[in-house]
């Protein structure tokens, strides 16, 4: 049995997938970002970051956190014998390496567009436009890749569509326009969109 730690984040529901495509048994449990859930002692024994997802498996050999969103998928892949991770070096290097660009670029750029259109005070429209710029240059980036596979790391669904997609269909919902010269990346969300794991993972 697997806890999970989340909230209705894109890296929660990343997670969440991957949970739901495996079929495996887990206990998820909301963690309030508002209250500072993620901050409390017993949070921070589980990851001292502060920061969700989280999970704890419970082993034979004891309970084991597991912190970091990509981590986490790492983990359940290697566990359930590559999984959704490819089934050689090549597939499997092909499936991190957009792990890592989900991780080092979709998101933080992402992160901070909203956080700039958002919540930052005051308004600083050079920040804005320096996260669009780049959040847009990220998109044709998926575009250039999808248009050589059906999937970012090749021709299989990985944990690098996992990652990669509760980011996109977020900004998909907010800033469609931004996709406008991105026809495959859209194809590609509604493809992923419609798998049953996915549908319950973000609901």
Do not use: C
């Amino acid at each position: 049995m697997i806890d999970f730690y989340t909230a209705a984040t894109p890296n929660g529901r990343k997670v969440a997938i991957m949970l739901e495509e495996l079929g495996i048994p887990y206990t998820k449990h909301m963690v309030d970002l508002k209250s500072g859930q993620q901050k409390t002692p017993e949070f921070l024994a589980m990851n001292p970051n502060g920061r969700i997802p989280v999970i704890v498996d419970h082993t034979a050999d004891g309970d084991l956190p597991v912190f970091e969103s990509a981590a986490i998928l790492y983990y359940l892949a290697e566990k359930y014998n590559g999984k959704f991770f490819g089934s050689d070096l090549k597939e499997r290097t092909s499936a991190m390496q957009w792990v890592m660009f989900q991780m080092s670029g979709v998101g933080p750029n992402f992160g901070n567009l909203y956080y700039g259109k958002n919540s930052m005070t005051p308004h600083n429209p050079g920040f804005i436009e320096r996260f669009e710029k780049e959040s847009r240059r990220i998109i044709s980036v998926l575009e250039l890749a999808l248009e050589k596979s059906d999937y970012l790391a090749g021709a299989h669904y990985t944990i690098a569509d996992m990652t990669t997609y509760p980011w996109i269909a977020a900004k998909l919902q907010m800033a469609p326009e931004m996709f406008s010269e991105a026809p495959r990346v859209k194809q590609w969300a509604q493809k992923v969109s419609e798998r049953p794991a996915v549908q319950k993972a973000m609901a």
